[in-house]
Each structure stands twice: as structure tokens, then as C-alpha cells.
């Protein structure tokens, strides 16, 4: 992603890191280069980089937390 990262709010952070915790399997709407992407998969951890924060699948996939649309169904951002 080209823009600056926008954080997402501490009540979403939480719940994904709770979904990480429990290892549950995903349903992941994302925007990659601009179109709605969706995956399926456990999420492994969160990942923090300087200006940025990142979810991480099992499978190694990292999804830049303000990219997110919906996670097994729940709002995160605008779309889809």
C-alpha cells in the first residue's frame, strides 16, 4: 500500500487478537492494489512495524490492518 497507514480502533485490534489467540479459521475480505481480495485462514499473530501493523495468517500471508474490509463477517472498513 502506497498511503499512509491509518491505525484501526482498539476495539477491532482486540478482537482480532482474539480470533489469533483462539486460532479460529477466518473469512478475510481485504483490498489489495485497490480490488476486494478474500482469503480463508487461521490468523497466527499480529505484527507490528514502525507505521504500521499487520495481521498474519498461518500461511505466512501478511494483511496490512487498515486494508481490512470484513473478518468473518464484521465491518472494518467501508465496501464490499
Known amino acids: 500500500m502506497d498511503k499512509l497507514y491509518t491505525p484501526i480502533d482498539g476495539a477491532s485490534y482486540a ?6 489467540m483462539h486460532r479460529e479459521r477466518c473469512r478475510i475480505v481485504f483490498r489489495a492494489e485497490g480490488l476486494p ?3 480463508t485462514g487461521v490468523i497466527r499473530d499480529l505484527l507490528t512495524r514502525p507505521g504500521e501493523e499487520f ?3 498461518a ?8 486494508a481490512l474490509m470484513r473478518v468473518n463477517g464484521r465491518r472494518y472498513s467501508q465496501g464490499f
Open 55 to 57: 495481521l498474519v495468517l
Open 59 to 66: 500461511d505466512g500471508t501478511q494483511i496490512r490492518l487498515d
Open 15 to 20: 478482537e482480532l487478537e482474539k480470533l489469533a
Open 37 to 39: 481480495t478474500i482469503r
